[in-house]
Structures are given as C-alpha cells and as structure tokens.
C-alpha cells in the first residue's frame, strides 16, 4: 500500500482491519431525512436493543452532537473516526452534517470523518467533502442492472420528484456511479456497502464488484441482509430471509481477486460508540453528558503511543506465525472462531462472548474473514442452556474455538459437536496462538493442550 493511502486508513477501524483491533469509531445520528427507500430499512427510533443499522436511540442536532463527540473524546481513548451514517442520508440532510462536521473538527482537528451514503445526492456535495477534509465515503450500491435495483428500492425521490420502479433505480445507478468516479479522481478513499439479499441479488453482487473496481473502490463490503417480521421493514414483513453464515462467506470466497473485501464490519447502529463489535453508546446519551464540556486530548495522545508500540511487536508476530503456517507444507484451511476483546489478542472468556472474530488459516495467510454474534453465555455466574445452543449453531463450519477461558461443561458440550475448544492461549497475539494449534495439526508441531 502507498504510504500515503496507508496515512489514510492507519487509523480508521473500517478502512484498516489492522486497526479495527486498537481504534474505535463513533457515529452521531444528526441527518434524519433520507431521499430513498430501501426494502430493509425501517428508520425505527428509541430501540436500544438492537444493533443494526438505521436503529437509534436519540437523534442530534448538530450542537449535541459535538457535545457528545467531545464528551466520547475525553472518556474513549480509542476514539479516532467521526461517521455520519443515518439514520437517514447524510448527504440529502446535508446542512446537518455538515455543520456538525465544521463544527466538530474546529474542535478536535485529528479526528478522521467519514460518512456513509446511498449516493443520490452525492455528486452535488463532492467539492465540499473535499474543502472538509474528508477522506472516507461509504457508497451503499446493491446492484448495477436496474431491473435488480427495483426490486430493492421501491422509489427514489429527485430533484423535487418522487420517481418509482426501474426508472428510479435507474438514475439512482447513475448517481452512484458518478459519485464514486467523482470521488476517486480526487483521491477520496471510498467503499462500497453491499447488503445479500439472497434470490435477489447475492449472484449479481459479482458483477458489482467488478464495476466497483473498475472504477476505483478501495474496498467493498458485502454484508448480510437483517431480516426479521419485529423490524418492519418490507423484507422483514415478507420473509425474505438473510443469508447464512457460510453463504456470505462462500460469495465473500468468490469475490476475492476482485475489489478489495472488508471482512470485519459489525452492521453498526447508526449511533454506535467504540471498538467495532462493541458498542458503549448507551454511556453517551444525552442524559449523560455535562452542558458544558471542554476537549482534553490528554487520554487520547497517550493511548496512541501504547498502540505505536503494540502494533510493532503485532507485525512481528503475525509475520512469525505465518511462517509457522507455511513450514508445514500443508495445503489446508482451519476456521478458527477466536475470543477477542481488542488489542489484536485472545483475550475475552467463553462465558462473556457476544461475537466470535472469525479466522482462517491457510498457506495464504491468517486472515480474519468474518465475525459471528452470539447470546452471552455467562450471566451473573450461572451458564445460560438455551445461548449454549445458539452459540453451537453460530459456529457452524468452525473446527476450534480459542478463548482466555472456558469451563468444563461448555468445553465438553463442544467437544460433542466436534469444535475444540483451546484456552491455553489466553492473552497471546491471535495469529500466533493460531499458527501454533496450525501447525500442531497439520505439520506435526505440538501442541500445549487441547480439549
Ligand atoms: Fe462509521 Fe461506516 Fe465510517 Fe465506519 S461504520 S460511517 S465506515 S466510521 Fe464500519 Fe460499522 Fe461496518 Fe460501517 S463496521 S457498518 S463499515
Ligand atoms: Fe434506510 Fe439508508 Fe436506505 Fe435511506 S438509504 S432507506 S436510511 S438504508
């Protein structure tokens, strides 16, 4: 990568899935209004229960939102991108965010922002992104054939009209693909959003990331369909169901080679607060925050030089881990389901998993290629029986799990489904606690224990 892209995206838990494991991203929900309609989205308020985006639990002006940005500031050292992503558009609510991010970067300077749109009124607000400083678009583009595109966004709305069907899906393509070029020819790092809808577009999708490509996309990030009747959205309400955990994997498999995958997008609320995967937004509602709050960048400045630190030993170690991999000669793969709370390490115990980081192992690399949510099992001391099935059906296709902890009876419950359960790792760099069971199975290395 160009150091000069790599300055970019360094920092940012999206853009870098290094950095996921260190920096944390905050959205504020300050642009309401959206110009299209999407059959999964319902822009639901006050449900602090689900995490999806769209979902909110208060919406902003754009003065809170900088309260609440310093206030996050202060208190989440990992804090290092601003998002503007719904719950409606943040391009057609464009005077809200952009008067929040002018506001918010006379404030904290080295804060990156970044926005998510559906890319109709993108073209329009290019040459201000750009003025702003503004470095990350996300473009949602689900499809490149408009007959495909009606079947997902019923109508649009456009220059003071209301247009439905093809012709709506339609100019929405054009918009899209006009803003991605415009953006790219002036060197903003975009990505491409793609939900799979199976029987709708999960084939299609192919040929969106060979458009993508072509023309300039520096990721592209396909992500399951939310379908569920208690949403109500459209797909929700007719059944359409999202795809399997292994379906999206085996379409993400096919599109490699093409645009570059993202492989660890959490499908955040539109006001999540934090690591991805976690998400401490119910610490920062409004209730929570002082009238008055002055940025100190103190926490921030110092977490920073314990990451500088920590990334350079995770280099190392990565890179010994994949040699580990390749001196067994093995051609094969292992699914590993890993425990992680950050940092880039297995960290996290059995009973406190709510979302497996997930990884394959291969001559090619140890790469993180998904993450799958679970109910906790461990509440308040006691296993819950009914999350330790959810958590059996969660990993399926996963050979080991790798934790801090487990106890006995998870452990063995495991065992009988056919998953190893390993925790002799605990707080080791992922890929070398994997490199290690890799080569204990497939180039006879031993191993430390194993359930
Ligand atoms: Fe937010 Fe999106 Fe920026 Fe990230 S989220 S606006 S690019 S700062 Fe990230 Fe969340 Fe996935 Fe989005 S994990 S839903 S990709
Ligand atoms: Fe919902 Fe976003 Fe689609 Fe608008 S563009 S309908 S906010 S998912």
Known sequence: ???????????HPCYSEEAHHYYARMHVAVAPACNIQCNYCNRKYDCANESRPGVVSEKLTPDQAVRKVI??????????VLGIAGPGDA????????????RVAKEIPDLKLCISTNGLALPD????????????????????????GAEIHPWIFYKHRRYTGVEAARILHERQMLGLEMLTARGILIKINSVMIPGVNDEHLVEVNKWVKERGAFLHNVMPLISD???????????RRGPKAMELKALQDRLAGGATLMR?????????VGLLGEDRGQDFTLDHIADEVTYDASKRNAYREVVARERGDHVVA??????????????RSLLVAVASKGGGRVNEHFGHVREFQIYEASPRGISLVGHRKIEQYCLGGWGEDSALEGALAALDGIEVVLCAKIGECPKAR????????????????????IGTIYAAEFGGGSLAATA
């Open 1 to 11: 990568m160009e150091s000069a892209v790599w300055e970019k995206v360094k920092d």
């Open 71 to 80: 206030a996050v500031a202060n208190d989440v050292p990992q804090l290092s």
């Open 91 to 102: 391009c057609y609510d464009w005077n809200r965010t952009r008067t929040t991010f002018a």
């Open 125 to 148: 607000h290019v040459a201000e992104l750009c003025d702003m400083n503004v470095d990350h678009v996300t473009i949602t583009i689900n499809m490149v054939d408009p007959e495909v």
């Open 229 to 239: 009747p208690k949403h109500g959205t459209h797909y929700g309400l007719i059944g």
């Open 264 to 272: 660890h997008c959490r499908q955040c609320r539109a006001d999540a």
């Open 318 to 331: 990565k890179s010994e881990a994949l040699e580990t991999v390749k001196a067994t000669g093995s051609g």
């Open 414 to 433: 495991l065992t009988a489904a056919g998953i190893r359960a390993i925790d002799d790792y605990g707080y080791e760099h992922i890929e070398t606690a």
